[in-house]
């Protein structure tokens, strides 16, 4: 099945969504990261604790729906 305009421009705007969700995540990783080597500990705030759970949480939704977008696609 060929893909419509209005499937192509969702998935983009998915991608564009992951894209920026994921470099977020990075960024909070490597601090993560520095932390575990400096002080012995990760996520030393709630708040940070709380935004990779929304991160997480954001990036599994917008690969579930970018999944359901090529899955109706294939048949």
Do not use: D, P, W
Not at 26 to 40: D, F, H, P, T
Not at 55 to 63: M, S, Y
């Amino acid at each position: 099945m060929k893909a419509t305009k209005a499937q192509a421009a969702v998935f983009m705007e998915m991608h564009n969504r992951y894209r920026r969700v994921n470099e977020r995540m990075l960024i909070l990783q490597a601090s993560v990261a520095e932390g575990m080597r400096k002080i012995g500990e990760g996520c030393t705030t709630k708040e940070a604790k709380a935004e990779f759970i929304s991160l997480k949480e954001e990036i599994e939704q917008t690969l579930s729906r970018m999944k359901e977008i090529c899955e109706s696609l294939t048949g």
